[in-house]
């Protein structure tokens, strides 16, 4: 189990908590179990959600390793100019 | 409207063209002459990105009809250099990392020259109010008065 | 992970070279969107609504299609329904259907023999409007009762009962802030305002089309991103992507503005039409009306401090307005606002709402900079109120390594502090102030971006190099990439080639943006090289009859690893080269990947300025930028980066915004009322580089394009408040604005 920590917009969906427990070894299956655990997440997931993974940032790297003490936020799709 | 028959000299060389009577000198250097040097960034005076000369007066080929140019010698940044050689204006550009899109740097080194053909050493606000009509978005000018002070200086020592 | 290189020596990285492309753009010769032409090519032109908000009841171009020279006509009805939201707004953008979302949205476009006989046929097209209420203001068009620019586009994070106009809500941020705020020793809030502002680059849209009947295309584009450009017209059109070669031209500036399509789907859809090539370019008015801009803000900032200058709680409530289509970047305000401080309670909400403007396209840090300049404004009118150093007061709460961000993640090494200190120890901080100027200064901060990256490098049999790389060079990274490449390599310079392939010619590359190309593409070269050593080694190795892995690239050579390898003189890059053919064919390195870990970074900008009283005025009579670039490539280059960043940040601050009239009208599309700052307007610009490497590149690197740009707002609001002794808190600071608030205040005293 990994914990998510979720922003705050995102808490209506998971009951109000603002870090939940998904079980996932990678970037997708974090993704998968959000979207399993919690369907309200389900649109913002298909539209586009960053990750940072111990304090770096990833974009769309599924199969990143995530271990069960990793430092897990989810963030918005990030763009620049 | 009728075309009108142009002779001029553009950098030096006899040039014909025909031109509508409302047709821009930008209009003629870029699409009648593949002069492509100078830019249109507004087409309305206010950028200086089509600054050339014009029998030795510093213009904004966009504000210049083509038929004006009758007789007159023109000067565009395609005649800069010569003989292959860069001038020390175009050659301290690069080596003060002057541009950056270089969208506005025919306009600024035609400006420049002008400026130094007539002040060899100019200050430095002497150079920011000469070159206030040649917008650069890139750089905040500070490398562009960097450059044309060293091209100016090799310029006075050579 | 890659962190073995930081304490390398390094032969290029850090030296200054010239540009590839220098003489080319010195001497008239480089060719950017608009100075390509083709034979038999048309003039194309867009007719554009003079309304800001209009239900377009019918089109008719029958006159316009038989005036003769017109070649094509095209509407919305000539694109692919697009049912993906992403892609049908990026099309109605292009082209309105059923309503007219902002003064100067395309309706219809020509293709005409002539510039003339376009613009004569222009008149000729006849549309039918039905004028709407209209909304320019971000806060009017959150009202319950504002006019709805587009129904039924709200995210689902959006409450129940607001305005239609109302896309998105974020929050962000931990803690508690109502016991946050009860620690505090005084607590400011104060609403800001800012102006849209335009990217402004010198060079409008330009675009060459040819597009054949068998759907096979070639376009010619002045972009930030042709791949990108290939994926939204082969949409748009219904191409499919091997099929549309884009190329992209050199490019004069862009900043984010160029990172979409405006003219391209349009000149495609022409040249589909007529059978002939068709070329676009538009004027500044256009420009301005129909591309760009930021988005538009209203912002509340609420801070509690202690009387010694720690924070305690800070909450920001953030209204943005991307235009008439929905827009995302406040999620990036939201989470950047309050990302320089170490703060236990901080809180962001963030709304974007539509308005009839136009469609926002990036801007260098997109987001940031309204966001930061409201809280480094609160931070500052703490600073005064408590009588406490602004550097100090900085320092004490500076994010450091292992903080908590505000944005959710915890930092890993970043240069916040170290760029705070760079500040406080320069001379600037610390020389006297005449009287009446103000100084002021700004933390920044932005996030910067990896993203797909393809490199290929091809070794030659000469000993040279050419390297194909996928994103437009917009400020010097082709010299960058070949530094990189060249320092890999242990080549010299100049033995380098770094061209931008079109899409057919290399695998797909993200737009320039985001501060990724010397990360990414740099990362890619690195890998590229290290790619073709590996194959260099192996042929020095069958050449010498010993293992591959008994050989080792020292200083563009290679070299038997070690005394049990073998005696054998090294072999150059050159050597191996030449007979590359006889033992095994060309060689080439290639990396693709998806670049991550760019790297935040930070920046930290001072500036002196005088105002003047009597005319509202500022001058701004000194000014530095601190910023923390991982590794300078190209120092030069850097600190371009970081001078041009603050000037669009000064121009913002004192001068630039879209400016509406009660029609809903753009009343200055152009540079003459439109003012960026100008030469004569200016002092130099002085940088202060710092190097804290980036841990995820092999050199270091952190992106350097974005951050410059945030922290001007506040710098110069700061220093004009102190210089006039009222706390300003609306942008740009235009002379009637500053007379104004002057004026006001000193009726109240
Ligand atoms: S194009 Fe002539 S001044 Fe801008
Ligand atoms: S270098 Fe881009 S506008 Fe001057």
Redesign the pocket.
């Known amino acids: 189990m990994v914990a998510v920590t979720l922003w705050g917009s995102l808490r209506v969906f998971t009951n109000g908590r603002a870090s939940v427990e998904i079980e996932a070894r990678n970037f997708k299956e974090l993704l998968d179990g959000l979207v399993a655990a919690y369907p309200g997440l389900r649109p913002q997931i298909e539209r586009g959600v960053s990750m940072a993974l111990n304090g770096r940032i990833y974009k769309e790297a599924w199969f990143t390793e995530i271990r069960p003490d990793s430092e897990v936020v989810l963030m918005p799709y990030m763009q620049g100019g | 409207m009728k075309s009108i028959h142009i002779s001029t000299k553009v950098n030096g060389d006899a040039m014909e063209f025909v031109c509508a009577p409302d047709e821009s000198l930008?209009d003629v250097l870029r699409n009648r002459l593949g002069l492509t040097g100078?830019?249109?960034?507004?087409?309305?005076?206010?950028?200086?990105?089509?600054?050339v000369t014009l029998n030795g007066r510093l213009v904004?080929?966009?504000?210049v009809l083509g038929a004006e140019v009758d007789g007159a010698e023109i000067g565009t940044v395609e005649g800069i250099a010569t003989d292959g050689v860069l001038h020390p204006l175009q050659q301290a550009f690069i080596d003060h990392a002057a541009l950056q899109c270089g969208i506005c740097t025919p306009?600024i080194l035609v400006a420049a020259k002008s400026l130094l053909d007539r002040n060899p050493d100019p200050t430095d606000t002497e150079l920011r109010y000469w070159l206030a009509?040649n917008?650069c978005r890139c750089t905040g000018y500070d490398k562009i008065i960097a450059a044309v002070q060293d091209a100016a200086q090799k310029m006075r020592a050579a | 992970m890659m962190d073995t290189g930081h304490k390398r020596i390094f032969k290029v990285v850090g030296t200054r070279p010239p540009r590839p492309d220098g003489i080319d753009k010195v001497t008239g010769r480089a060719q950017y969107g608009a100075d390509v032409s083709a034979p038999g090519m048309l003039t194309g032109r867009i007719l554009r609504s003079p309304h800001a908000h209009a239900e377009i009841v019918s089109i008719d171009t029958s006159a316009a299609e038989a005036l003769p020279g017109v070649k094509a006509v095209v509407t919305s009805k000539d694109f692919v329904f697009q049912d993906d939201d992403f892609f049908r707004d990026v099309q109605e953008n292009c082209m309105a259907t059923a309503k007219a979302l902002y003064d100067g949205h395309a309706v219809a476009a020509v293709a005409a023999v002539s510039p003339e006989v376009a613009k004569a046929a222009l008149k000729l097209i006849k549309v039918t409007y039905k004028q709407l209420p209209h909304v320019t203001d971000v806060d009017l068009a959150m009202r319950p009762d504002a006019p709805v620019v587009q129904d039924g586009r709200s995210l689902e994070t959006v409450p129940a009962g607001m305005s239609a106009n109302v896309t998105h809500h974020s929050e962000f941020g931990h803690g508690d802030l109502a016991s946050g705020f009860a620690k505090a020793d005084v607590i400011v809030e104060r609403s800001f305002t800012t102006a849209a502002t335009h990217q402004g680059y010198?060079e409008p849209h330009a675009c060459l089309a040819a597009m054949n009947a068998d759907g096979r295309a070639d376009l010619w584009c002045c972009t930030q991103g042709q791949y990108n450009v290939r994926t939204l017209c082969a949409a748009l059109l219904g191409l499919e992507a091997s099929q549309l070669r884009v190329t992209a031209s050199e490019i004069g500036g862009g900043f984010g503005g160029k990172t979409t399509v405006f003219i391209e789907p349009v000149a495609l859809a022409l040249s589909r039409k007529s059978g002939k090539p068709v070329k676009i370019v538009m004027t500044?008015d256009e420009v301005f009306k129909a591309t760009g801009p930021t988005v538009t803000s209203s912002i509340d900032v609420k801070i509690g401090m202690t009387r010694d200058g720690r924070i305690t709680a800070g909450e920001a409530h953030l209204r943005y307005s991307g235009g008439a289509f929905p827009s995302g970047t406040v999620d990036m305000g939201g989470q950047a606002a309050f990302a320089a401080y170490d703060l236990a309670a901080v809180r962001t909400f963030g709304w974007n709402a539509l308005t009839n403007r136009p469609k926002e396209a990036a801007y260098r840090a997109p987001g940031a900079p309204q966001a930061i300049y409201a809280v480094e404004s609160v931070i500052d009118e703490l600073c005064q109120n408590l009588n406490l150093d602004p550097l100090d007061t900085r320092l004490k709460n500076a994010a450091k390594k292992g903080t908590l961000s505000s944005y959710g993640p915890t930092f890993d090494d970043i240069g916040l502090i170290a760029t705070l200190e760079a500040a406080k120890k320069h001379p600037h901080y610390t020389a006297p102030l005449a009287a009446g100027v103000g100084r002021g200064l700004s933390a920044g901060f932005w996030f910067n971006f990896g993203g797909n990256t393809c490199v290929t490098m091809n070794i030659n049999t000469d000993g040279t190099v050419s390297v194909t790389e996928g994103n437009p060079d917009i400020g010097g990274s082709r010299a960058s990439i070949s530094m990189m490449a060249a320092e890999e390599l242990g080549v010299p310079y100049d033995k380098i080639r770094t061209i931008i392939a079109d899409t057919a010619s290399l695998g797909h590359n993200d737009v320039t943006d985001g501060s990724r190309v010397t990360f990414a593409v740099g990362l890619a070269t690195i890998k590229a090289a290290q790619d073709a050593i590996a194959k260099m080694c192996a042929r020095a190795a069958k050449l010498w009859g010993i293992d591959a892995e008994a050989v080792e690239w020292v200083d563009g050579a290679a070299v038997p690893a070690g005394p049990n390898a073998g005696k054998f003189p090294p072999m150059s890059l050159a050597e191996i080269a030449a007979v590359s053919f006889q033992t095994g064919g060309p060689i080439a390195g290639h990396h693709e990947f998806h670049a991550d870990g760019a790297g935040v970074s930070f920046g930290v900008h001072l500036c002196d300025v005088a105002v003047d009283r009597e005319t509202g005025a500022t001058k701004v009579l000194r000014y530095t930028v601190f910023q923390d670039a991982g590794r300078a490539v190209h120092p030069a280059y850097v600190e371009g980066q970081m001078q041009g960043g603050a000037v669009q940040g000064i121009g913002w601050a004192l001068n630039e915004e879209y400016i509406y009239g009660a029609d809903g009208r753009l009343q200055n599309a152009g540079?003459l009322d439109y003012r960026v700052p100008v030469a004569s307007d200016l002092p130099p610009i002085d940088t202060v580089i710092l190097e804290i490497p980036n841990p995820g590149h092999p050199y270091g690197v952190r992106g350097v394009g974005e951050t410059p740009i945030v922290p001007p707002l506040a710098a110069l609001s700061n220093a004009v408040s102190r210089a006039v002794g009222v706390r300003m808190q609306s942008l740009p600071m235009s002379p009637p604005r500053i007379l104004a608030a002057v004026m006001a205040h000193d009726a109240k005293v």
């Open positions: 930008l100078a830019k249109e960034g507004c087409g309305t005076g206010d950028c200086g990105a089509c600054s904004c080929a966009c504000l306009g009509g917008l | 010198i500044r540079f």
